[in-house]
Nanobody
């Protein structure tokens, strides 16, 4: 079982930046799809960004130009660099690893991001 440990969340003012990290317990990124999701109170969990094993990435329209997803295969870590944060970005952010072989997913524990003055 792969474990995902998230870090980097916190409180930031509008316009500020945070970098989220998601470290996997073993090497998985060469054969799997990784992503970041978020969920605000009363809302459904939504996809924020995803990166494939080939390094191709996609983003939700609401974060394009502000967020960047990346990965480090040596460190078994995926990152989400968040710039120009807005109050609407406030949510719990979850790291995800998708296994295409059986259409299963592993999730991180979630990290709170709060954007407020």
């Amino acid at each position: 079982q792969v474990q995902l440990v998230e870090s980097g969340g916190g409180l930031v003012q509008p316009g500020g930046s945070l970098r989220l990290s998601c470290a996997a317990s073993r090497s998985i990124f060469s054969v799997n799809v990784m992503g970041w999701y978020r969920q605000a109170p009363g809302n459904q969990r939504e996809l924020v960004a995803v990166i494939s094993s080939r390094g191709n990435s996609n983003y939700a329209d609401s974060v394009k130009g502000r967020f960047t997803i990346s990965r480090d295969g040596v460190k078994n870590t995926v990152y989400l660099q968040m710039n120009n944060l807005k109050p609407d970005d406030t949510a719990v952010y979850y790291c995800n690893v998708h296994f295409p072989s059986d259409n299963s997913d592993i999730w991180g524990q979630g990290t709170q991001v709060t954007v407020s003055s």
